[in-house]
């Protein structure tokens, strides 16, 4: 089987990204966003995921950050997939987390959409206050169990991210 690696550079007004991506990796990272919870959630990814992934980003704000780092992680994980022949492009993974709990189905279909609960999608997209879908392109559909009490809310990201790539692994 053909190595399923990937380097995207994005360069524009408010970013400049520098990404490689290798699939079949083990969870290392080097990752500097700037953004310290986004690096906090890629890390996470990264580890359950088991990819590699060595990331440098930087921009004007964190929203243009977030948005393209997106866009260079959608467009790797198509360049390291090609032609997707041999995954298995549809799977689930059910992720508990502390309190919380998420069950998570991806489709590796291209067409990318987020499908989940609207005041989950800001929770879901956004490390900021604002929500962001360009995570659209990785994450297919992700909806949470009604979390056991209110402390559960901050692990229901993080534990759909990892249902995410847990699943497709």
């Known amino acids: 089987m053909a190595a399923r690696k990937a380097n995207v550079k994005r360069v524009t007004q408010e970013t400049e990204i520098d990404l490689s991506l ?4 083990t969870g290392n990272h080097e990752i500097s ?3 310290k919870m986004l690096d906090h959630f890629l890390s996470q990814t990264v580890k359950h995921g088991r990819f590699d992934l060595k990331l440098t980003a930087s921009g004007d704000d964190e929203h243009h950050v977030t948005e ?9 994980f198509n360049e390291a997939l090609g032609e997707k022949l041999g995954i298995v492009r549809m799977a689930d993974a059910t992720v ?10 991806v489709d590796l279909s291209g067409r990318g959409i987020v499908c989940c609960r609207r005041s989950l999608l800001k929770m879901i997209c956004a490390i900021s206050d604002r929500p ?3 995570f659209s392109g990785i994450l297919r559909h992700g909806r949470p169990v009604e979390p056991a009490c209110p402390r559960a809310l901050r692990h229901q990201r993080p534990s759909q991210s990892r ?7």
């Open 33 to 35: 966003t700037g953004i």
């Open 163 to 169: 249902g995410a790539f847990q699943s497709v692994r």
């Open 132 to 134: 962001d879908p360009a």
């Open 96 to 105: 508990p987390m502390d309190e919380s709990l998420a069950s998570v189905a």
């Open 68 to 76: 393209d780092v997106a866009i260079c992680l959608g467009k790797a």
């Open 22 to 25: 290798n699939l079949d990796g």
